[in-house]
Structures are given as C-alpha cells and as structure tokens.
C-alpha cells in the first residue's frame, strides 16, 4: 500500500532553528539559493531562546587585554585540550564580528559607560568577556535573528519533526518528517542538509534540557553513516535548582557567580578553595581576600575559584553532598544576597530573581539558593571538517550543539551561543555553495521513503502495549543513576544491559488517538533517537578509561597524557555501533607557544 | 500531599469538553506538571505545548480558571484546593487539539512589520548607544511570544478584525523599532493603516495579563498613539527620531 506524504524541494535544508540553525538560514539564503528551515516547536522556542549568561567574544571593550588568542587559550583550557584546535581558532577569531553583526540586526546589549557593548564575566573566561542582556541573552539572540530571518525570503516549517536523512550510496538526499499539528508525512529533497538539531540532554532526568533535545540530530546523522566524537563528554552544570521537586534542574545562570556569588556548604565555607586542581592553581586565588578583589582588579589578582571550569565545580559540589556538608534537598548554597545589594541583583539577574520568587519562594536579594549539578549541555557531536562544518557524509553540515570538536572535553559558559553563529554561518555559507556546485535535480529513492513511513507508523497497530512516557522515564532513570559524573566500568556494562532492555520494549510501544498533535506518538517515536544517543555516551565513556572535562572515572581518576592524543570515535556499520579511537589533530607550532608562555 | 481536581479542556475544532483528571501533587508543582503527569499516567495523547519550564519561552499559555496565563508559571498551591480547576486553551486562536492552537496569525503579523533600517556607524565605525536610550526598548524586548495579550485582546477576540489589526505584541514590536537609535525608518503609516492601531481604545486588558510585565499600554501603545499625528509632518519626525542621540564621542 502506497504511503501518502507532500513533498518540498531546496537546494538547502537546516534542520533547527535555534541559533545556529537560524544564523545558517540566514547565510545560505544570502547565497542566493533556495533554503526551507525545519523546526520541531514554534519558531522562536528553541533552546537558544532560554540561554541567561552571555556571549562570549573578546571585543575588548571592558578589558582592552582580551583579544583572540586569549580567548583561544581559555576555550582549549577548558576543554582539556581536547579540542580540535582549527575550530577553536576560528571561533576565537570571528565571535566579536558576529556580535557585532547582531547588534546591526537590532539586538541591544547592556551597554558600557561609553556606550559600547558591556561585557560581563563568567567561569574559565580570563577577562571579562560576555556580551549579555541582563540574564536573558539567549531571548535577545533568537529574536533578532528570527525577525532578521522573516525577511530573507526562507520558507520555514515549524512543528515539523524531521526522522530520518535520507541518503543514497554517495551523499545526502534529503530528509523525512512529519507535521507535528496534522501527523501528515513530509518529504524534503534537498541538495544540502545542515543540521541544527541541539543537544540531548533529555537522556538524563535531572536536566536543564527541554522534550526536544532527544538527540535527534545526533542519531539522524549516525544513521546516515555519519561519524560522532566525543559523545562520553556531558556538561553537568553545577548550578541547578533542586528544591522544590518540580524545577529540579533547571538553571541557575553563572553569572550569579560572575556578578560576585558565591558558593558555600553548610558550614558557610567557600568550600572551592579546596578544590583548585594543579591544572589551574597558578591563574586562581588561593585565597578570600584576593577572589573577591579580583572583581574589579583583574590585573593584580587571580580568579576566583568560584568561577572555575563547570566540570571542576560541579565535581567538588558532588564531593560536598558526599562528604555530608550539602544543603537540606541534596545541593550546596549559593550566596548572592549578602554580596551585593538588592537593585544591583535584580537589575543584573532579573529573571533569576523571578524565577526564584516564583517558583520556590525564594528572595534571592535576601536567602541563599539551593543548587546541584543539571545535565546541561553535550560536547560531542557530528565530526566535522572546522572549516566547512561538513561532516563524514558529504553533503551533511552539522553546528551549533550538535556538532563536536569546538569544546574539546568541556565546554565554557558563554562559548555556545559564540558557537552557533560563527559555525552557524558557516554551515550555511559551505551548505550553499555545496548545493549550488552539485547543480542536477535531486531524485530520492520512494521505495526507501515508503519503508520509513510505514514503520512511523507502527506504534497505531502493534498487538503490545507498553507506554512511551514509562520507557523513557526508565531510561533517564538509568542514565541518572548509572551514567553518572562520576562512572564506573560495572555501572556503565549495567547500563548497557538496561538499554538494550529498554530497546526490545520500545519495539512494543502502543499509542492511543489518532495523528492530529498526538504526545503519545511524538513520545514513541521520539525514543529511537533517545536510545540510540544513551548507548553512544555510554559506550563512548566505557572506552576512554582516563578522567578529563565532562568525563569522571572512578576507576580511571587521573588524566592521562596519552588520552590527550585520541578522540573517541562511534560510528554505524551495518547496523551495529562501533566505538574506535583515531588521533586529535595536530596543533601547528605557532599556536602551541600560547599555551607554553606564562600567563 | 493534596489531590486535585483537573477538568481539562480535550476536544479538536469539530468537537470537544472538559474532561475531569484526579490528581496527586506534590510540593512546588505547577499547573503544566499536572498535565505532564496526566499525560503520563491517564492520556498519553493530551496535547500541549511547552519548552523551558520557566516562563521564558511563551509556549505554555493556556485559560487557568478562566485567566490567561503560562502554566508553567503558575503554581498548584496558589489555585483553591476544593473546587476543580479548569485549563482550557487560549480561545482566541483557532482550535488544533486539547490544549493547542493555531497561532500562525500571530507569524503572519510579525512579518509584515518593516524591519530596522540601520543607520551609518560612527567615524571609527562602531555603533554607539547609551544605556538610558535603550532601557525603555529593552523592556519590550523582553517579549517572549505568549500571545496573551493577543488572546485577551477583544479587537483580535471579539470583532473579526483580525485582518487590519497587528495587536498589542506587535504595537510594541513597532514601538522598538520606532525608538530604536540605530534605525531611520518612519512606520507612521504602517502603525496607522496596516497594524490598525486606531482600533485600540486603550481598554489595558494586555497590559494585565503580559507575564513579563511588560507595560503595554502606558509605555507602548499610549506614546505611539500620540506620536501618530505629529509624525506626520516629517520634520517633526526626523527631530523626534534623532533627539536623545549624544554628539560624536571624541
Ligand atoms: C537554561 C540554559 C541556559 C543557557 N545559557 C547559556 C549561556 O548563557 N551562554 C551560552 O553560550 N550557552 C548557554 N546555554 C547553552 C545554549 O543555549 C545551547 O547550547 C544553544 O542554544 C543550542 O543552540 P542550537 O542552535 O545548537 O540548538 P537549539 O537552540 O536547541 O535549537 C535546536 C533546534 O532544532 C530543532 N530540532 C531538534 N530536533 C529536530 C527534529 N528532529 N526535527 C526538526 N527540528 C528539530 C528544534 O526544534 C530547535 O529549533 C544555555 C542552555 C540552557 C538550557
Ligand atoms: S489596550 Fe488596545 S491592544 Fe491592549 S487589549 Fe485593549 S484594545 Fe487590545
Ligand atoms: S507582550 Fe507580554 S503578553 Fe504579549 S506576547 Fe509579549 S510577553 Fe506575551
Ligand atoms: S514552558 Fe516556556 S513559558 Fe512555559
């Protein structure tokens, strides 16, 4: 029986329209091609939409010092040196003009006493470094895009949920979805796919992470036989809420700690002190006195300990609520309020304020807040070429969070949003001019589409009963208590078991009601994704047997120089998973000296 | 912990009624975390739409006991225990299913709006803005598309004039980009004869029910409203648009 499905012809289609994916809509389009925007939510809801802190871009223009190998330097820092140094370079290089860009498109960043743009400053940045909208800088982000976007002549297609890339034995074809509102099936032809899809930290159960990051683009892509790195390295943020149990998880900004927070046990210690590894112990005060001077004196003191690297912090926050010296709900205190007085914080942090106020009944200007680490952001992501953003596949562009490499083993606040529209409008530049030298018209093989349609499908007819909403829930379960920030080789073997278990079961998901905006087959449907992203980290943390960034073994506890060297590589063939281990590129002698120099 | 009573509106634009859910809670939940556990656990295919959580995407804007509000944001222990509690979808826009409508009016609007026309950079070729200039725009730009004051609004809701009214949402959208320093675009006409900004007699329902507390009216439509007749002499527009823009720092 034939299978009904409309179909839309690009030249190229971006999947995601977050920031990266909208900066992508937005580049290519002004190559001249044709480019349609896929998004799952409403245009405007995506992850972007809710990033507090900042951009970060050395634009110099509180601290004259910074400039772009700064910058560069910090980035490869925090992320262990794992990161592929090429992108790196370029997102140092070109964040301060996309900044800039943005600012032409409308957007108003908080300004300076001369009226440039302020910046503020944030953990593992030496300078302070962030342009930002109070703590809504994401909001301001998307917006300008978004209203940029309307008017560049792209044909958008919103609750739109994409399920498959469609491929044929050389390059990339196209993709294929369906309509959120209708459950109607949509086939795309497109010359050029760049993928924007986010990240996956709904694998987790304590999240900062929406329903849509289920991995879809991480999953798509390895599907298409595209290659994943670093997929074992998961930021945990160290500052979510905890109490009351329904806003577990969800952000609190670090730029309560970079507008002079700070974090103690139950004890009233700023227990960080404690916790300074080597690795940064001569750019970090040692002592009270000096943290708190180096708020307004960077150039005789060194940076708090407070605002250390995510990983470093949500670590020692871990071994706090081990040691017994937590909060009443399981976190630490976090102490704005003695620190700075009540306009400054809520002019600084209004919707921290807000959101305390309103959800916990928490004065933030008053009390101190609870916090814990969240699962907030993955590093890894579609291997791809640094300067192109094309990945394995050719025809396939991946930036923004889905993409890896950029943050090595742990990303630094601030360096996402910089991330999406640097490689945002790379991916869009290379996708053009990709589809514009392939030329031809795009035939998609129908026999393909048909099978994939069908079996979106099944979860109406099967003769079982499980429930989508119960799977996943187990399955963040066992990612929460199994695939922890701090692993085990015994803990993740169990988890594996357990994924496989939760595969067979995700095979006899049954769904009620029909394909109008139905969550229960969004929900199903959803869990292939989900599953296959669980397996990749956790297979991915299995192998690399050091611990480094967003990746802690218990059984492995140091870094090993040798692990330095290697990215974990996962990759589809013939329909297993397969983990291999190929060398980081090489940094040329030029760049090295950076990081060979003091200070 | 308390168990509540949900009568939750289930239904598509054919047909459709409330439909009662009984409900355990527990410390701290909202209203969007009863509807997820009655999805979960009673109708796996209610349908709602929600992102962050944490009122600041505008996804989740349903009628709370008849009040237009983020569900996500309001919270179980502020609503009465005893009697049901009523989550309807917002009424202005056309039904697609339970708890979600169709919007895409409120998109078609965005786009009619003449975007920011930017004005030559300084000497040095840096754009500069001083922080008093833009604080009254940043407050609509803390907009985050809920559209409920859309909803509310009884231009959109009442009267079909859906087609010559923008609305409140977009009034302010006009507003700044209007104040905006870096722009030099004159959308007089616009707000008059396309957005339909005549149509609004001020009643302040949107100003009331914006979560982001965005002061709609007294700072929006109001000056715009009285700009409107002065601006048509161009000259006067000109002045109004570049006052408050400081000399050339040196
Ligand atoms: C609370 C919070 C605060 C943060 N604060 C900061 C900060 O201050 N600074 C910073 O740099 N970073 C911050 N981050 C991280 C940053 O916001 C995200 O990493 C970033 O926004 C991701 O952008 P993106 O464009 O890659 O994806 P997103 O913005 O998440 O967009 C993904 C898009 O893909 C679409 N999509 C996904 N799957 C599919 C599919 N199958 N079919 C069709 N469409 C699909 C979605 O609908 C969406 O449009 C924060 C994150 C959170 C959660
Ligand atoms: S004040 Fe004007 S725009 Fe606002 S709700 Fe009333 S009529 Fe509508
Ligand atoms: S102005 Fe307020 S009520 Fe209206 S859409 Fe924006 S945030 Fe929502
Ligand atoms: S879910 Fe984002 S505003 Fe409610």
């Known amino acids: ?599 | 912990m308390p168990t509540y009573t949900m009568r939750v509106f289930r239904g598509d634009a054919r047909r459709g009624d409330f439909r009662e859910y009984h409900v355990e809670t527990a410390e701290g939940m909202v209203v969007l975390d009863v509807i997820h556990r009655i999805q979960a656990t009673q109708a796996h295919d209610l349908a709602c739409r929600w992102n962050c959580k944490a009122g600041k995407c505008g996804s989740c804007s349903a009628e709370i006991n008849g009040k237009p509000r983020l569900m996500c944001m309001t919270r179980m222990d502020t609503l009465a225990e005893g009697a049901p509690i009523t989550v309807a979808p917002i009424r202005t826009f056309p039904l697609i299913r339970d708890l979600v409508t169709d919007v895409s009016y409120n998109y078609e609007k965005a786009k009619t709006v003449p975007p920011l026309r930017l004005k030559p950079p300084d000497p040095d070729g840096r754009y500069r803005m001083m922080q008093e200039d833009i604080d009254r725009i940043q407050e609509f730009h803390k907009c985050i598309e809920c559209f409920l004051c859309q909803d509310v609004c009884h231009v959109i809701r009442d009267h079909d004039l859906k087609r010559q009214f923008a609305g409140p949402r977009f009034f302010i959208k006009i507003a700044a980009l209007d104040m905006h320093p870096l722009d030099t675009r004159n959308r007089t006409e616009f707000a008059a004869r396309e957005a339909g900004i005549g149509l609004c007699n001020i009643t302040t329902c949107c100003t009331e029910v914006c979560p982001e507390g965005i002061h709609i009216t007294d700072n929006g439509i109001i000056p715009m409203k009285e700009r409107r007749a002065d601006d048509y002499d161009p000259i006067v527009w000109l002045l109004r648009k570049f006052r408050g823009q400081r000399p050339e720092p040196a």
């Open chain 1, 1 to 599: 029986m034939a299978v009904e499905y409309e179909t839309h012809e690009h030249d190229v289609i971006v999947i995601g329209a977050g920031g990266a994916g909208l900066r992508a809509a937005i580049e290519a389009a002004a190559q001249g091609v044709s480019v349609g925007l896929v998004c799952k939510s409403l245009l405007g809801k995506a992850h972007t939409v809710m990033a507090e802190g900042g951009i970060a871009a050395a634009l110099g223009n509180v601290w004259p010092e910074d400039n772009w190998q700064v910058h560069f330097r910090d980035t490869m820092r925090g992320g262990k040196m794992l990161n592929n140094w090429r992108m790196a370079q370029l997102h140092a290089q070109e964040a301060p003009e996309r900044v800039l860009e943005l600012e032409r498109w409308g957007a108003l960043f908080d300004r300076t006493k001369d009226g440039l743009i302020l910046q503020r400053d944030f953990g593992g940045h030496r300078y302070a470094r962030l342009a930002h909208v109070g703590d809504r800088t994401g909001l301001e982000m998307i917006r300008t895009l978004q209203y940029h976007a309307i008017h560049q002549g792209i044909d958008v297609y919103m609750e739109c949920k994409v399920e498959r890339l469609l491929r044929d034995g050389e390059r990339i074809r196209g993709a294929f979805g369906y309509w959120r509102n209708t459950g109607a099936f949509v086939l795309f032809k497109a010359k050029a796919v760049v993928l924007a899809t986010g990240g996956i930290g709904k694998i987790y159960e304590i999240t900062s992470n929406s329903w849509e990051y289920t991995g879809d683009g991480h999953a798509a892509a390895l599907w298409a036989g595209a290659d994943l790195i670093d997929m074992e390295f998961v930021q945990f943020h160290p500052t979510g809420m905890v109490w009351p149990p329904s806003v577990r998880g969800i952000v609190v900004t670090e730029g309560v700690r970079g507008d002079g927070g700070t974090l103690r046990n139950n004890q009233g210690e700023r227990f960080m002190f404690r916790y300074v590894p080597e690795f940064f112990k001569a750019e970090t005060a040692d002592n009270e006195a000096e943290a708190d001077r180096w708020y307004e004196d960077k150039r005789n003191n060194r940076i708090t300990p407070d605002l250390l690297p995510r990983d470093e912090v949500a670590r020692a926050i871990n071994a706090e609520v081990k040691a017994g010296r937590g909060s009443p709900h399981g976190g630490v205190f976090l102490d704005i309020g003695t620190r700075r007085p009540p306009d400054y914080i809520k002019k600084r942090l209004p919707s921290m304020y807000h959101q305390f106020k309103e959800l916990a009944g928490v004065d933030i200007t008053k009390e101190t807040m609870e916090v814990g680490p969240t699962c907030h952001y993955v590093m890894g992501g579609v291997r791809v070429d640094a300067d192109t953003t094309q990945s394995t596949v050719p025809g396939l562009f991946a930036a923004g969070e889905v993409a890896g490499g950029l943050h090595g083993s742990n990303r630094l606040g601030g360096n996402s949003l910089s991330d999406l529209l640097v490689f945002g409008r790379r991916a869009g530049l290379y996708a053009a001019l990709y589809a514009k030298d392939l030329g031809g018209r795009v035939v998609v093989d129908t026999a393909q589409v048909e099978a994939i349609a069908r079996e979106l499908l099944e979860p109406f007819t099967r003769p079982w009963n499980e429930n989508p909403y119960a799977i996943q829930a187990e399955l963040q379960e066992t990612m929460q208590d199994l695939v922890r920030i701090i692993r085990t080789e015994s803990e993740l073997r169990h988890a594996l078991r357990k994924i496989d278990g939760l595969k067979d079961r995700a095979k006899k998901v049954r769904v009620e009601g029909g394909r109008t905006y139905n969550p229960g087959w969004h929900t199903a449907l959803d869990l292939r994704s989900l599953l296959t992203v669980a397996e990749c980290v956790t297979l991915a943390a299995i192998e690399r047997k050091e611990s480094r960034g967003g990746h802690t073994r218990d059984d492995y506890p140091k870094t090993e120089a040798e692990w330095g060297k290697e990215n974990v590589v996962v990759r589809q063939k013939n329909g297993t998973i397969q983990i291999a281990r190929e060398p980081l590129p090489e940094m040329p002698a030029e760049l090295r000296r950076l990081f060979e120099e003091k200070k």
